[in-house]
């Protein structure tokens, strides 16, 4: 069984910066892309962010393009997300997901694995 554990996640203002990070308990994360999504109360869960299994390639939503990014270190089984620039809009719970092996994708239906996520606010 695969675990996600997000952290990092807490009450700023809006302008300034967080990092989420994604702790995954199982050796083969190399081989896996990894997601972020987001969601607000009562309405879908969104796509963020999506990195390869290599950290070679990335997607982005035109939402966060340019202001956040996804990176991870394969050696600790760990993906991030830089979040700049935060917008009041940006407020949701985050989670982080494993896709597939050597995959990259945007669509939650392409993730098995999720984390309990991480509540991000952003005050004005």
């Known amino acids: 069984q695969v675990r996600l554990v997000e952290s990092g996640g807490g009450l700023v203002q809006a302008g300034g910066s967080l990092r989420l990070s994604c702790a995954a308990s199982?050796?083969?994360?190399?081989?896996?892309?990894m997601g972020w999504f987001r969601r607000n109360p009562g309405k879908e869960r969104l796509f963020v962010a999506a990195?390869?299994?290599?950290?070679?390639?990335?997607y982005y939503s035109d939402s966060v393009r340019g202001r956040f990014t996804i990176s991870r270190d394969n050696t600790k089984n760990t993906v991030y997300l830089q979040m700049n620039s935060l917008k009041l809009e940006d407020t949701a719970v985050y989670y982080c997901?494993?896709?597939?092996?050597?995959?990259?994708?945007?669509?939650?239906?392409?993730?098995?694995?999720w984390g309990q996520g991480t509540q991000v606010t952003v005050s004005s």
């Open positions: 997901a494993r896709g597939g092996a050597y995959a990259l994708g945007r669509r939650k239906e392409e993730y098995t694995y």
């Open positions: 199982e050796g083969t994360f190399s081989r896996y892309a």
């Open positions: 990195i390869d299994w290599s950290g070679r390639s990335a």
